[in-house]
Structures are given as structure tokens and as C-alpha cells.
């Protein structure tokens, strides 16, 4: 059996639950859900998707957060640690934000610790597979589709996705300045004067801004930017698949709204970033944002132009 907790917010969490769901499926193992609304998002998963057939929901149970990592180094750790994870009626527990003790040798070892144990619990916010197909699975229910299918039907094939990430993810604000997704408007507006962005931001006053800036160009719409509330969250779940719709994204540093959005539907994602000279292994972590070590053909793919990354799916 196999639980699954992600952590963080909307997109962290669907992509692991996607890792979960293909883990389940290669392994032959049943797997339960355990949600937690927190902070980072507070709302339940029925609220915002549709059911996924053989994926049970749990509320997770308050004895549940004395769960410890299963790899520790110290033989007096490791057997207390055993022993406490057993009383919780779990023989393994992976409690790891970026999936870290899932690596063996930079090789995933997460099929062993399957294969080697009845009960195995992971707390994550990481993909640890390498398959999008299972993002598939997550459909809004009926009054965010219809909500979704309101803002995309007059898209047209020149409809560009903006995920401008602001508020708490300092990374974004200092690596993705707005001045930089300006450049990349204006670029864009050279090569098709007709082309519009969907804009998707956590911060009114980029959309106000940007609003100014080019009018009718810039389709926003009215949400609530808090994720501590439904609304927020729900208002949320309908840009991610706003931007899955559009022709391709030019999104945020280090941001896994902008990575998932991009991978629901395979589009392309142009990652707005100040120059660089060198694709060093923070870059490759920070701008794929899968947690998991690349492999050589999607390397091939990206590619390192001024102030944008390409990553092409």
C-alpha cells in the first residue's frame, strides 16, 4: 500500500500525486491520497477535481505528523525511527520536500523501496517519475470547467499564457522582473502585432500595471489572489488551465505553476530570466523545477537565449 501526502501549493501538489498514480500503476500497488489543508493551500481536493478512479482521499490523521524520515544515518535514529513509523502502520516514510532520500547513486531508488516494503508513505511536494501522462488525470469539476471554458473559447492560435509569479517567491521577483516579461511582450508584439496574453499573476498590481501598459491585449480577470481561502485556490486551478490553453507560456523562475501549466498540455514554456553565461546545475534545477536529474534528449531541448529559457516538452 501506498500513501501519498504533497506538500506546498496547487502545482507542487499535482505533480506529485501524478508521480504517485504512475508509481502505483508500474508497482501493481493500491494507493491512498492524504490531504492536509494548510497555508499553502486551503481547500479540498473534491472542491477544486473531479474523483480519479482507485485514488481514496484521506484527511490525514493528527498522530500522522510524528511520521519520520526512514533514511537516517545513526543505528540509534534508524531504530527509533522504525519504531515509530510502525506504530503509525507504516514500514517505510519518505518525508522529503525536494525528494532528496529517493536518490541512490543520482539514480531513483524509489521502485526498491516499494518493492521492499507492504506500507510505504511519502511526504513530498517533488515529482519522483518521469511520465506527464498521469497530469491527465486532474479534471476541474463542472463549475471551474465551465468557468475555464468561458475564458478560453475566443483564444486564438496567437493567444499567449503569462504566469507572472510575485508575493512570497522571492526568487521569481529578483530572477523574473517585470521589466524583463515587458521585453518578452514587446518581442513577441514585433513578430504578431494581433497576438494577446492570458495573464496569470498572484499580484494585482503586475495586472494593473500591465493592463496600463497594453490594454485590451492583456486578458485578466477578476479572482481572488489569497490561497489561504477557497476561492483563491479554485480561481487558481482555473488559470493553471487558462494557461494550458494558450499557445505556449512565457512564465516565471523557479515556478512550478509555470512548469505544470506547460506540461498539462505539452506546450512550450519560455522561463523570463536575467542573462546568464553558464547553464550550471542550480539553472538546470531551478528552470526545469522537476526535482529529478534531466535526461540527456530533453537537455537537447532546451535552449539558453537572453533573458529567456526554452524548455520544449
Request: contains cysteine; charged residues 25%; positive net charge.
Amino acid at each position: 500500500m501506498l500513501y501519498l501526502e504533497p506538500t506546498y501549493g496547487l502545482a507542487n501538489r499535482m505533480r506529485a500525486i501524478a508521480s504517485g498514480l504512475e508509481l502505483a500503476q508500474k508497482t501493481k500497488k493500491k494507493i491512498t491520497l492524504v490531504w492536509v489543508n494548510d497555508g499553502e493551500l486551503n481547500c479540498s481536493f473534491q472542491e477544486l477535481f473531479q474523483p480519479i478512479d482507485a485514488l481514496p482521499i484521506l484527511i490525514k490523521p493528527v498522530l500522522w505528523q510524528f511520521t519520520k524520515n526512514s533514511k537516517q544515518d545513526k543505528p540509534i535514529l534508524k531504530l527509533t525511527t522504525k519504531l515509530v513509523n510502525k506504530m503509525m502502520g507504516f514500514d517505510y516514510c519518505v518525508k522529503e520536500i525536494n525528494g532528496e532520500t529517493l536518490r541512490e547513486g543520482g539514480k531513483w531508488n524509489i521502485h526498491s523501496v516499494i518493492n521492499q516494503h507492504k506500507s510505504v508513505y511519502i511526504q513530498t511536494c517533488a515529482d519522483f517519475m518521469e511520465n506527464d501522462s498521469m497530469l491527465k488525470q486532474f479534471k476541474p469539476v463542472a463549475e471551474l470547467q465551465a468557468q475555464i471554458d468561458a475564458r478560453t473559447q475566443n483564444f486564438k492560435s496567437n493567444t499567449i499564457g503569462l504566469h507572472i509569479r510575485r508575493t512570497d517567491h522571492s526568487e521569481s521577483i529578483k530572477n523574473s522582473p517585470l521589466s524583463l516579461f515587458i521585453q518578452r511582450i514587446n518581442e513577441e508584439l514585433r513578430q504578431d502585432s494581433d497576438a494577446c496574453f492570458y495573464l496569470s499573476t498572484d499580484d494585482p498590481e503586475t495586472a494593473t500595471s500591465l493592463r496600463e501598459l497594453y490594454g485590451e491585449k492583456i486578458l485578466v480577470f477578476p479572482k481572488d489572489f489569497s490561497r489561504s481561502s477557497v476561492q483563491g485556490i479554485k480561481d487558481a486551478v482555473v488559470d493553471l488551465f487558462c494557461l494550458a490553453k494558450t499557445r505556449k507560456i512565457i512564465g516565471s523562475f523557479n515556478s512550478s505553476f509555470s512548469n505544470i501549466a506547460s506540461r498539462i498540455s505539452q506546450i512550450d514554456l519560455c522561463i523570463v530570466t536575467r542573462k546568464s553565461n553558464t547553464f550550471s546545475k542550480k539553472i538546470t534545477r531551478h528552470f526545469l523545477s522537476r526535482n529529478i536529474a534531466p535526461k540527456p534528449e530533453l537537455l537537447t531541448q532546451i535552449r539558453l537565449t537572453p533573458h529567456c529559457i526554452r524548455v520544449r516538452h
